[in-house]
């Protein structure tokens, strides 16, 4: 073989190798997807334990929770399909910030401070929004390398033909 057939085999196997990465790449980005949405979903079903709870503690119980419950109807509605994280996540925003508003509501009632199913509650909560945190910042960290991948692949004019997009988050 001649230099130029090796060099030839060199580049088409570096290539390969790279729109390979690129794809697992893009595979873990999709399932890093699908798992924080299906946390999402989780922590809506912990909100009527939430509700249940809190009930006899609170005076203006239904108008605290009017709101919420309102969101968690809005996102039960996604689950006849599989909802992708940026159709859900401003969804999700508003349901985080009427969460921390109830808790800032419930955190001024001593007793209900004392009750082991509300802070049960309260913890699995909390876990489970921390975890989401978690799985964010790696899907933000992972997306972002793969849009680099994918700047640098577009630079090449093998790069154009090779059907991959950016993630944007």
Not at 7 to 18: A, D, E, H, M, T
Not at 65 to 82: C, D, P, T
Request: glycine residues 2%; positive net charge; proline residues 2%.
């Amino acid at each position: 073989m001649h230099m130029w057939q090796y060099l030839i085999f060199g580049c088409i196997w570096l290539v390969s190798l790279y729109y390979l990465f690129l794809l697992l790449l893009e595979n873990k980005v999709e399932k890093l997807e699908e798992k924080i949405v299906a946390l999402f979903q989780r922590r809506a079903d912990t909100i009527p334990a939430l509700y249940e709870c809190t009930t006899s503690y609170l005076t203006k119980h239904e108008s605290i929770f009017e709101e919420i419950l309102r969101l968690r109807k809005h996102a039960f509605s996604f689950s006849g399909y599989n909802p992708t994280l940026h159709e859900i996540l401003p969804l999700e925003k508003q349901i985080h910030h009427e969460l921390n508003f109830i808790f800032d509501v419930c955190h001024t009632h001593n007793k209900l401070q004392k009750d082991a199913r509300f802070l049960y509650t309260r913890d699995i909560l909390l876990q489970k929004s921390h975890e989401i945190w978690k799985y964010i910042e790696l899907y933000k960290h992972i997306t972002q390398k793969l849009n680099t991948l994918i700047m640098i692949k577009n630079l090449t004019v093998i790069g154009l033909f090779l059907p991959i997009e950016r993630k944007y988050f």
